[in-house]
């Protein structure tokens, strides 16, 4: 998946502001970001969407909710509050076509979805 934006970022072919890294995701500041913090959590496995995830990435599903975990504490919102997203489709808003997580956060998030 050379072509895949989130791949070459994954692969540091593009710059980012990397907030995190192990070896199976990185996080980085998304580029038009809709609350005070907007962090993407992304696998490095090439997943186009949440439904291309089957058991065998059970583990990896987890481990990208757990990164979430940890990087709201270290960057101090964990305890007031912040949102997990996963867009997928086009009537979910996915505009990437590689799985991702959004973190936001920062301010008191309205629940307004559609
Ligand atoms: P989606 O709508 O697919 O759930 O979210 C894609 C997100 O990726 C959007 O919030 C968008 O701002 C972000 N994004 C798109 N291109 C880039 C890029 O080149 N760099 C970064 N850091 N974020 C991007
Ligand atoms: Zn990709």
């Avoid at 993407?40 to 291309?52: C, E, F, K, N």
């Avoid at 979430?68 to 997928?88: D, H, M, S, T, Y």
Wanted: glycine fraction near 6%.
């Amino acid at each position: 998946m050379d072509a895949c934006l989130f791949c070459q970022i994954a692969n540091r072919e593009r710059p980012v502001k990397m907030v995190y890294e192990d070896e199976q995701s990185v996080a980085f500041e998304d580029i038009n970001p809709k609350a005070p913090v907007h962090i993407l959590i992304v696998p490095r496995q090439h997943l186009a969407t949440i439904l291309d995830a089957t058991q065998a990435d059970d583990r990896l599903l987890g481990h990208l909710l757990l990164v979430a975990n940890l990087i709201a504490k270290q960057i101090g919102i964990a305890e007031r509050g912040f949102r997990l997203v996963i867009n997928c489709n086009s009537e979910g808003g996915q505009a990437v076509f590689h799985l991702h997580l959004h973190l936001l956060g920062g301010r008191p998030l309205s629940w307004h979805p559609a």
